[in-house]
C-alpha cells in the first residue's frame, strides 16, 4: 500500500484538467504510465487509411489489461472510501469486466462477488473463468431472468455476514464514476497530442457495450474542445443499451461534471455520436468478417485482437475504409483488450473449483485463449 500512497503524489490528468474534482472523486492508482500509442504503417497501407493510430489499453495493467481497468481506478476508490468489504458485480460468463474487478479488488485487500450469465462460448470464458480460480473469485451462474432476486439475496446475505453491504459495481463499470476513468484517458491522449506522439485524430473506433468507455471518450474530448469525432461501435444486444439510454446516459454524465465542477461538455442542441450496429449474429457470435478482421491485425502488425469486442470495432474501421471514407484521414484506433499474457495464470486454474453450471465454458488451453481477450 505504501507504493501506491506514494503513486498518488504524482497528479493525474483529471484532477489537473478539472481540479474541483480532487476529493469528490476517489481515486487509486492501478495504471502506473500511459498506455502507448503506435502507428499501424502496414495495415493502414493496406486499408488505404491517410495515418492510422493505435491506443494500446491492452497494457493497463501488469495483472489484466484492457479498458475496465481505467474505470476501476475510480470505482475500487470510491469502495474504499465507503469502508467496503468487498465488491458485487455482474457480467457474461466470460466477462472481462468481471474478472478485472476480481484481479484489481484483491490487490487492494477487497473480496470479489460476480453473478455471470450465460453467453455464447469464446476463448475468454476458458481463460477468465480460470483466472478466477486461481484468484478466487466468489463465483454464482446466474440466468438472466434471476439475476435482480439473485443480487438482492447476495447483497443481504454479505451485509449480514461481513457487517457491511458490498459495494455494487454495474455491469461493465460504467457510472458517473466508473467513466471518469475515460474522461481521464481523454486527457491522456490529449497530452499525447500535445507531445507530437500522433496527430489530433479525425476519428477514434472504439467497441461499444454498456457505454462507458465511449461516453467517457466523448465528454473528455468535448470538454477539451478537440473536433475528434468518436465511432461507438455495438458489441451487445441493443435491449441493455438501447440508443436512446446512451444519449440520456451522456447527458447524465455531464450534468454530474457541471455540478461539481462547473464545466459541460455538451450545449442542449448538440448532438451526440451514434452507436454502430456491428453486433452481427449476436454478443461473442463469430463471423467470416470478424476472423478476417483478427487475421488482418495480427499479419500486418502482429496485434492480438478477439472475437467479443475488438474484432467488431476493427470490422467497421476495415469497412469504412474500404468505402473509402479514411482515406485522407487521421484515425485512431482504441485497443480495448488485454495485451498481456495470462497464460501463467490460467495455468494454475482448476476449473474443479467453477460453479457446475460454468465448467461447460472450459476447453484444453490453447494458444489463443492464453493471450487474453478484452
Known amino acids: 500500500m505504501e507504493s501506491l500512497e506514494k503513486d498518488q503524489l504524482e497528479e493525474i490528468p483529471l484532477f489537473q484538467k478539472l481540479p474541483k474534482l480532487r476529493g ?14 503506435f502507428k499501424l504503417e502496414k495495415l493502414g497501407s493496406e486499408l488505404g487509411v491517410g495515418g492510422l493510430y493505435l491506443k494500446d489499453d491492452g497494457l493497463t495493467g501488469t495483472l489484466f ?37 476480481a484481479v484489481y479488488a484483491k490487490s487492494l485487500g477487497l473480496e470479489t462477488t460476480a453473478l455471470l450469465m450465460p453467453q455464447t462460448k469464446t476463448p475468454s470464458c476458458h481463460t ?36 457491511v453491504a458490498p459495494y455494487v459495481i454495474p455491469t461493465g463499470g460504467s457510472n458517473e464514476i466508473g467513466v471518469m476513468g475515460y474522461v481521464n484517458a481523454a486527457f491522456e491522449l490529449a497530452s499525447q497530442i500535445e507531445a507530437k506522439v ?37 458489441v451487445s444486444e441493443t435491449g441493455l443499451w438501447t440508443q436512446n439510454r446512451y444519449e440520456l446516459f451522456i447527458r447524465e454524465m455531464d450534468g454530474f461534471l457541471k455540478e461539481k465542477t462547473g464545466v459541460t461538455a455538451f450545449e442542449e442542441n448538440d448532438s451526440i455520436p451514434e452507436i454502430r450496429d456491428y453486433l452481427g449474429k449476436g454478443y461473442g457470435a463469430e463471423t467470416a468478417e470478424l476472423r478476417e478482421a483478427m ?22 474501421l476495415i469497412e469504412d ?11 485512431l484506433y482504441w485497443k480495448t ?7 501463467p495464470y490460467v495455468q494454475k486454474g482448476d476449473a474443479k473449483k467453477l460453479p457446475d453450471a460454468l465448467r461447460k465454458y472450459i476447453d484444453q488451453p490453447s494458444k489463443e485463449a492464453e493471450t487474453g481477450s478484452q
Open 321 to 331: 475504409a474500404r468505402k473509402g471514407e479514411l482515406k485522407d484521414k487521421t484515425v
Open 65 to 101: 489489461g484492457g479498458n475496465k481497468v481505467r474505470k476501476l481506478e475510480f470505482l475500487l476508490a470510491d469502495a474504499l472510501s465507503k469502508k467496503a468489504k468487498r465488491v458485487l458485480t455482474f457480467g457474461a460468463a466470460g466477462s472481462n469486466h468481471a474478472l478485472a474487478t
Open 198 to 234: 500522433l496527430p489530433t485524430p479525425d476519428y477514434i473506433y472504439v467497441a461499444a457495450s454498456t457505454c462507458g468507455t465511449a461516453s467517457g471518450l466523448i465528454l473528455g474530448l468535448k470538454i477539451l474542445k478537440l473536433k475528434t469525432a468518436v465511432r461507438p461501435i455495438r
Open 295 to 316: 487475421n488482418l491485425a495480427k499479419e500486418t502488425e502482429n496485434v492480438n485482437l478477439e472475437i467479443v469486442y475488438t474484432a467488431k470495432s476493427m470490422a467497421a
Open 128 to 163: 477468465n473463468l480460470l483466472y478466477h480460480t486461481v484468484i478466487g473469485t466468489d463465483l454464482h451462474a446466474v440466468p438472466r431472468e434471476d439475476f435482480e432476486a439473485k443480487k438482492d439475496e447476495l447483497v443481504k446475505f454479505y451485509e449480514e455476514k461481513e457487517g
Open 24 to 37: 469528490i472523486v476517489p481515486h487509486v492508482r492501478l495504471i502506473t504510465s500511459q498506455t502507448p500509442v
Open 337 to 343: 483488450n488485454n495485451s498481456i499474457d495470462l497464460g
